[in-house]
């Protein structure tokens, strides 16, 4: 039978940590109300946004704007975000592993870089051959988790776009965990550039009508495109700031219960225990008065 001083010990042990995870449960349930609300009031400007550009992009010559020309895909940058801190279940490593499926499978022999956005990604990353030095990619972004803004987003997603433009890469993809609620992140990978229009002829003749272009379609679209790719990143940003707290928070309080059962279990076993103590220290009294009377 285990010592009773260290099961004593493991309860408290177990105690402390239901603790820490029911504190960090409620610090991660106040950010994510907050979170929640930004990418909710966000989500339905930025689908909009992305449809209509869809829409006219899809009657514009692709020659006509940098950011809508299909290259041959030959580099290829992966734009991955996760967050700065762990104990969030397995929402980090999601995102890494989906970093390496596409790394081996879709963009199989052709050059990869990668652009890590969050703490967690960077070190998952950093003993690999993933190199972004040199093709002018900004650094420490992790930073961007400490003060999320659209300003310090679209910093990011211009220098992208200048990338883009001066040919460094061909393709530029977006994975991150989608927010659909505090118990379920999507992961999703979603192409920032080059702009895919919309091929549906009919839908847009359909949604053309209800248009009026001043001064003409052409400027419009060239003025649109960039705030549309700065907002998809901004969005692509608060949708992994929502899952995050949502991973976080569902994973402590996970882990409380497990906390709370483990402490019933050592609490009972340490009953059982004690009452075996007791059982033999009278057995042991009464032993010893029948060997006095002897």
């Not at 940098?66 to 279940?89: D, M, W």
């Amino acid at each position: 039978m285990a010592n009773l001083k260290e099961i004593r010990n493991r309860i408290t042990s177990v105690n402390s940590t239901m603790q820490i995870t029911s504190a960090m449960k409620m610090v991660s349930a106040a950010k994510l109300k907050r979170a929640q609300d930004s990418i909710t009031q966000m989500r339905p400007y930025a689908e909009k946004l992305q449809e209509i550009l869809g829409n006219l992009s899809s009657s514009l010559d692709a020659s006509e704007n940098p950011f809508t020309q299909e290259r041959e895909v030959k580099n290829v940058l992966i734009v991955a975000l996760s967050s700065n801190r762990g104990l969030c279940g397995g929402f980090n490593n999601n995102v890494a592993k989906e970093v390496r499926r596409l790394i081996a499978e879709d963009y199989k022999g052709q050059t990869v870089s990668l652009l890590p956005i969050g703490k967690k990604i960077t070190e998952a990353f950093k003993s690999t051959e993933l190199a972004t030095n040199g093709i002018g990619l900004p650094h420490h972004t992790e930073e961007l988790w400490n003060d999320l803004n659209f300003e310090n987003t679209a910093e990011i997603a211009q220098n992208l776009m200048d990338r883009y433009e001066e040919e460094s890469f061909d393709k530029i993809v977006i994975v991150y965990n989608a927010f659909k609620n505090a118990a379920v992140q999507i992961l999703t990978t979603e192409q920032m550039l080059p702009i895919v229009a919309n091929s549906d002829v009919d839908e847009f003749k359909i949604a053309e009508s209800d248009y009026i272009f001043e001064p003409s379609k052409k400027e419009i679209v060239t003025n649109l495109i960039p705030n549309s790719l700065k907002i998809q990143l901004y969005k692509a940003t608060l949708d992994s700031w929502a899952s995050e707290h949502g991973a976080r928070m569902t994973a402590m309080h996970k882990a409380t219960d497990n906390a709370e059962s483990l402490k019933k279990d050592l609490q009972l076993f340490y009953n059982k225990a004690r009452q075996a103590a007791i059982t033999n220290e009278i057995l042991e009294i009464v032993g010893g008065a029948e060997a006095l009377n002897a």
